[in-house]
């Protein structure tokens, strides 16, 4: 089924709301007269999905009002696509995320749909994900190295003797593959997007934390915390759109995935401090953290999270950490399991920024709308 080419502009700077700034481009559409069936794209969209997140590509799926064709596994575990109908000059949107446990199903899975709709002449396929892939997988989408736990898209640069710079081995592997387009959330680092010779779109959560802390927390009484020096770029941008104060957690790290010392600069005292971060893996930093806020007289700690992890102990230092009262996160990684066994864990639908993105990489228009606005739900 074809989706509607509604032809959409960033141009709304003196509307407040996202659902505002929605509702007029629509209205604005209809009342110009341009009917949908004189604007319709020639081929359709096509979404396919794995196995590592098939509830978040269900939303996008429900969202597009487009049905969703799944990958098939065998009883021993070997991967085999399997896609029901006809992708021939169609455009294809692959949704895979990487769920802990399965980083290397998830990566193969993705690895090989994109392929079999390169062999079956896709028109163009678009790899929608959501999660930067986790270095697991060192050879992208990526292989696993069991000992390892940082991820892959930390993987920028080689910081060390004899260090690969995996982040760039995915960017080959998925244009090896056929992969043609890239749509992903949050990227670790922006300059990731040079790693590609194909278009890539590096949507951004921000618009959707925006809507949340309104809805949630008394903005008057609030101060956005980068728990550390490599995320004051986005927390200072949360804090300007929202007209709040700063501060800033400077940790010491005594080896991967362990904090050891923080030290704040800033003030929070009195003040419920929102924790802005891209992943919260074994939610150390974040206890820390909360910790160190709560010393220097927080009155409440909130954390919001792009990418929710969770691995290892993390429930467990969520639930032992008095100090963090809430931690939320966007559903680029499936958790639902996980909120069953910590009440502090809340989600952010990210479905609708996904979906609006594939719409109008369909139709051919402007992305860059969404790195602001967050759709109606």
Known sequence: MAVPNINRENSFSSIESDSEVFQHEIFRHEHAGLGVSNTMAANSI?????????????LVADRLQIELVLVLQYSNNETSVTIGESVRDEDVFILQSTAPGDIN?????????INACKTASARRITAVI???LSIRFVCSMRLVLPLLKEDLARQDKKDKSRAPITAKL???MLQTAGCSHVITMDLHASQIQGFFNVPVDNLYAEPSYLRWIRDNVDVSK???????????KRATSLADRLDLNFALIHKERSRPNEVSKMTLVGNVKDKCAILVDDMADTCGTLAKAADTLRE??????VALVTHGIFSGNALKT???????SRVVATNTVP?????KQCSKLEEIDVSPTLAEACRRTHNGESVSFLFSHAPME
Request: glycine content about 8%; some cysteine.
């Open 46 to 58: 096509k979404l396919l999905t794995g196995n590592s997140h098939p509830e978040l590509a269900k």
């Open 105 to 113: 199903d998830g990566l193969m899975e993705l690895l090989i749909m």
């Open 130 to 132: 959501p999660k930067r």
């Open 170 to 172: 995915m960017a080959n």
């Open 222 to 232: 609030a101060v956005i915390v980068s728990p550390d020096a490599g995320g004051a």
């Open 296 to 301: 220097n007289g927080a009155s409440s700690i």
């Open 318 to 324: 969520l639930n032992d950490c008095d100090a963090l």
């Open 335 to 339: 958790f639902s399991e996980k909120r």
